[in-house]
């Protein structure tokens, strides 16, 4: 089968015929139905500070946000059956992850899991939007729900609306949060509407005497770090999930005046995964998205690079 793979930094990725998985004890192989692009794929050729995931060597085929179905089933893996629907969350339990380490990803027709990562996609989500919940769906929500604690009236600022921040802020939303957006691509600030924002601006800091309690970067551009601690009330939450830059210069003095908390998130649970597809089968969460074939995986790369795109590029497959 062809797999597109990582062969390092600055290296475009390489379409290689690989060998078909096989479940192991505690695994499964899944046939790949659907896999999104992340912008951490970006990031991952761009950046060598990414070299430090991949220690088990290269090439390793890329791809952490998949659903498909259970073609193969290995010893001690009888509770799920050949033909379940499923989600893949992307991180094991000792940190590793589908598409980094010694795991391959989504951007094969074929892969291995394990119960560290399936989650049963219900029959209602299509498995385009079960693909993008396993990674946008599931860090997004886990970032603004779990870890920054939204609630129903908080003052909530979201940085960034694509594929991360339209699921944060939708949920936010949903659960009655008073949610104001930052994006710098307008025709994505013309989904305020959609998402159920109060009010949207090309930054945070549009919004700095609205008392934000909370505010929820999935940018990361280090810019958009350093105007969320600039924004925030007395006693808020930054809480930090885009890695577009490594690297942000701060003001510490609102950090201190403030008394300012900063957390940071990093992907979610296989209960997160779970909780974002009963949102999707509800029909109340449906993000954009661009369909794409397995062929066209390194154009999307570039696109996303470029930046100006509205929705999440899925991978389809037959």
Not at 25 to 37: C, I, L, R
Not at 80 to 108: C, E, H, I, N, Q
Not at 257 to 275: E, F, H
Request: glycine share 14%.
């Amino acid at each position: 089968m062809k797999a597109w793979q990582f062969t390092g930094t600055g290296k475009p990725l390489e379409l290689n015929e690989v060998e078909e998985p096989h479940a192991g004890p505690g695994e499964v192989v899944v046939d790949v139905k659907a896999s999104g692009v992340c912008h951490s794929d970006v990031t991952t050729l761009d950046d060598p500070g990414w070299m430090a995931l991949f220690q088990h060597g290269l090439p390793r085929t890329m791809g952490h946000e998949s659903a498909g179905v259970i073609s193969e089933v290995g010893e001690g893996m009888d509770h799920w059956t050949v033909g379940d629907r499923v989600g893949l969350a992307p991180v094991m339990s000792d940190g590793d992850a589908l598409g980094y380490g010694k795991w391959d990803g989504g951007f094969a027709p074929k892969l291995r899991a394990t119960d560290d990562n399936l989650v049963a996609l219900p029959d209602e989500v299509p498995f385009d939007l079960g693909a993008m919940a396993t990674d946008a769906g599931l860090t997004a929500y886990h970032a603004i729900m779990a870890v920054g604690g939204a609630t129903e009236g908080m003052k909530v600022g979201v940085i960034g609306l694509g594929g991360l921040g339209y699921i944060g802020a939708r949920s936010a939303a949903l659960s009655g949060a008073k949610v104001y957006g930052a994006e710098v691509n307008p025709k994505t600030r013309e989904l305020k509407d959609e998402i159920g924002l109060v009010d949207v601006a090309e930054s945070i800091d549009a919004f700095k005497d609205e008392g934000l309690e909370l505010i929820v970067d999935y940018a990361g551009f280090g810019t958009t770090t350093s105007a969320a601690i600039e924004a925030l009330a007395e006693y808020g939450t930054l809480v930090q999930v885009g890695m577009g830059r490594l690297e942000s210069t701060i003001n510490t003095y609102p950090i201190i005046i403030n008394q300012l908390t900063i957390k940071g998130s990093k992907s979610g649970t296989k209960d997160d995964l779970a909780g974002i597809y009963e949102l999707m089968r509800s029909g109340q969460l449906t993000p954009p998205m661009n369909h794409i074939t397995q062929a066209d995986i390194p154009d999307a790369i570039d696109k996303l690079r470029a930046g100006g795109v509205i929705g999440r590029f899925i991978a389809m497959y037959d």
